[in-house]
């Protein structure tokens, strides 16, 4: 079993940053590939960014590329996002997610999720 939690989140002004990490364990804590994902209001959840097992391949939304960069510390069974230039339609409940395999996920459903931790940008 793995177990995620984030932490990070909060309320931000547009143009702001935030960091949110995702602190893992669990049995596969170290091989896993993991994303972060995101679920505003009313729509669905979306995945923002992933990462493979040993962070050498990374991917990104559309709408987040060139302001989010997501990372790992493996040593440290940690997951991180940096958000810079943080917009209004940013705002949402972000997931942390690990897989059972260790490649660059592409369209996969996450094996596991974190409780989630609310974003919130104002303009």
């Known amino acids: 079993q793995v177990q995620l939690v984030e932490s990070g989140g909060g309320l931000v002004q547009a143009g702001g940053s935030l960091r949110l990490s995702c602190t893992v364990s669990?049995?596969?804590?170290?091989?896993?590939?993991m994303g972060w994902f995101r679920q505003a209001p009313g729509k669905d959840r979306d995945i923002v960014a992933a990462?493979?097992?040993?962070?050498?391949?990374?991917s990104y939304a559309d709408s987040v590329k060139g302001r989010f960069t997501i990372s790992r510390n493996v040593a440290e069974n940690t997951l991180y996002l940096q958000m810079n230039s943080l917009k209004p339609e940013d705002t949402a409940v972000y997931y942390c997610?690990?897989?059972?395999?260790?490649?660059?996920?592409?369209?996969?459903?996450?094996?596991?999720w974190g409780q989630g931790t609310q974003v919130t940008v104002s303009s």
């Open positions: 997610a690990a897989y059972n395999f260790r490649v660059l996920p592409t369209t996969q459903t996450p094996n596991y």
């Open positions: 990462i493979s097992w040993g962070g050498g391949s990374t």
């Open positions: 669990g049995r596969t804590s170290t091989s896993s590939a």
